[in-house]
C-alpha cells in the first residue's frame, strides 16, 4: 500500500483546497500531458494536448474508465507535471485491504499517503484519488513521488487466488498502458516496478505472487506491443 511516512513532502506542499465531487473547485491546474478528460456524469469533455490547461472540475478524471473519489489535500503535493517534474515510472501497489477501505484511507488527512489510482478486484472498477499532473504520496521516496504515478490494487499479497483476478490485472494493464501511453513510459520491468522495489522502500507489496510477465504482457497488449519509448 501507499507508503505513510511522507513529511518531507508535506512540509514542501503548496496550499491547494481540493474538494469532492459536487462542490465547488477553488483553482484550477494546468498540465501538458495529453489525456482524455471525463465529467462527472461520465461524459468526455475534450482532450488535453501541450499548452492546454486542464480541467481540474471535481470529477474529471485523467482515465476515461476511472471514477473521481478525492484524496485528501494532505495525502498529495500539488504540482505541474510534467512540465516541473519529469513523470518516467509506475509503482504497483497491493492495499493489504478491501478497496472501500483504501479509498477511505486516501480520503483521510491522517493517513499522509495516497495513490493516484485503486483497482478493485471483483469487477476491475478503478478510483482515481489523486490527479497525475500532481505528486501522490504513495512510493516512500521523494524522488520517486515526484517521478512516479502510483496504481494500489485491492487485496492482500498472501491471498492472489482471492484478489489477484483476471478482472484485475486486466483492468490494471489497460489503465498502465493508458498511463504509459500519456506520459511516454516504456513497458519494461525497469519503468514499472513494484512498490518493495522503490529505493529505500519499507513495503514488500505486491508480493512474490504478483505476475510480471502475464501483467507486462497485458500491457503490452493494450497498448498495441510497443515495448520501448
Known sequence: MAATSKRT?????????????????AGALGITAVA???GGDGGAVGMRGPGQVSDNRPGVVDTAAAE????????????????DYSVDRIVVHVTQS???????AFRNPAHQAAAHYVVRASDGHIAQTVREADVAYHAGNREWNERSIGIEHEGYVDDPQRWFTDTAYEAS?????????RHDIPIDREHIVGHNEVP????????????WDRYLQLVRAA???????
Open 68 to 83: 473521481w473519489i478525492a484524496a485528501s489535500s494532505a495525502n498529495y503535493r500539488t504540482a505541474d507535471r510534467p512540465d
Open 200 to 211: 529505500g522502500a519499507d513495503h514488500t507489496d505486491p508480493g512474490r505472487h504478483w505476475d
Open 36 to 38: 482524455v478528460t471525463v
Open 98 to 104: 478491501r478497496f472501500i477501505d483504501a479509498t477511505r
Open 9 to 25: 513532502d508535506r512540509a514542501a506542499r503548496r496550499p491547494r483546497s481540493v474538494l469532492l465531487a459536487g462542490a465547488a473547485l
Open 223 to 229: 497498448q498495441g506491443g510497443r515495448t520501448t519509448a
Open 173 to 181: 494493464a489497460r489503465l498502465a498502458a493508458d498511463i504509459a501511453d
